[in-house]
């Protein structure tokens, strides 16, 4: 991903960052199956050591995680969307980062949990996405993904009646798959689900995806 989409994707979601917020931030109130992935992922993550919530928007999932026992941080290419995080959840940390780079050391963290965050990423640029995130899970470490389910490509210059400039990809979970494995990491689940009520959030299908990095070299 070059960095003129990179500074666009920022800019689009500074411009949008507080009208996101306040649209999206008690969502999961409303989605009971994303509630139920996120109190497994929690299980899963207790007493491992750090999580990341990759492309953490305002800070919801990362909220619901904490308040599930998760030791969660942040992460976000937006600085505009992380002000709005530090606002709403100012017991949880924050920080920028660039999901295709990130600024985390090989090994160090117990999950990886994205909800929605390859929305804007071009499909040629998923395979480093998740070749970051393998680096980045300590053997053993778990992923939950989610992305909206299509082939469509939409492309929008306004949001809420502010402007951006973003491209929006939806993925079919077999090309998912596929990127994720190659990656070096175990498919454990995949999960689909219709959408919830118009009022509650776009009208895409949604898949999930439980993986998990090899404990050891010889199982990957």
């Known amino acids: 991903m070059d960095g003129k989409t990179t500074r666009s994707i920022r800019e ?9 917020a306040l649209r999206i931030f008690n969502e999961l109130q409303h ?37 599930a026992g998760t030791n969660v941080f942040g992460l976000d290419l937006s600085t505009k969307m992380l002000e709005q995080a530090r606002r709403l959840n100012p017991d949880i940390s924050f920080r920028e980062g660039n999901m295709t780079a ?33 680096r980045v899970l300590c053997p053993g470490g778990m992923l939950l993904l989610a992305f909206h389910m299509g082939d469509e490509v939409l492309q929008e210059k306004e949001l809420w009646g502010r402007p951006i400039s973003m491209d929006f990809f939806l993925f079919q979970p077999s090309t998912i798959r596929e990127y994720i494995e190659l990656a070096g990491l175990h498919i454990q689940e995949i ?30």
């Open 12 to 20: 689009s979601y500074d411009r949008i960052a507080d009208e996101y």
């Open 31 to 67: 989605k009971p199956l994303d509630r139920d992935l996120l109190n497994r992922f929690a299980a899963e993550m207790a007493g491992r050591g750090k999580v990341s919530d990759i492309g953490c928007g305002p800070g919801h999932v990362a909220r619901y995680l904490h308040d």
């Open 102 to 134: 990130l600024d985390l050391e090989d090994e160090t963290l117990a999950g990886i949990v994205s909800f929605y965050a390859i929305v804007n990423i071009p499909k040629e640029s998923l395979p480093l996405v998740f070749r970051e995130m393998a």
């Open 191 to 220: 999960i689909e689900r219709e959408p919830y009520a118009p009022e509650v959030e776009y009208q895409s299908r949604r898949a999930y995806v439980f993986a998990r990095k090899p404990e050891s070299p010889a199982q990957r």
